[in-house]
């Protein structure tokens, strides 16, 4: 069975940057995509970045666009979102989740995934 641990949660200032991790065991990942998903209070899971492990090419949301950067150590099955000048609107538990084919076009539907980390607080102070 697949389990993604999430790691490097924190409390930072505004403008400050955190590196989240997602560790993965129990599968072959060569094919998976890994996504990153976030959840504030009394609001959706959203989708902020996704990485496809067979080509490494990667999808954001707009919100996060020029601002974080996901990216994988296939060595270490470890994808990673390095978060750089965040805002008090960043703050949210962050979950990395995986689906074990590519997705494209659905590649931001968290229903389509299989598998979830249990998450990392993200607290970003104004």
């Known amino acids: 069975q697949v389990q993604l641990v999430e790691s490097g949660g924190g409390l930072v200032q505004a403008g400050g940057s955190l590196r989240l991790s997602c560790a993965a065991s129990?599968?072959?990942?060569?094919?998976?995509?890994i996504g990153w998903f976030r959840q504030a209070p009394g609001k959706e899971r959203e989708f902020v970045a996704a990485i496809r492990l067979s080509t490494g090419s990667t999808d954001y949301a707009d919100s996060v666009k020029g601002r974080f950067t996901i990216s994988r150590d296939s060595a270490k099955n470890t994808v990673y979102l390095q978060m750089n000048s965040l805002k008090p609107e960043d703050t949210a538990v962050y979950y990395c989740a995986s689906k074990s084919r590519p997705l494209y076009s659905s590649v931001g539907d968290r229903y389509k995934y299989d598998y979830w980390g249990q998450g990392t607080q993200v607290t970003v102070s104004s």
């Open positions: 129990g599968g072959t990942f060569s094919s998976y995509t």
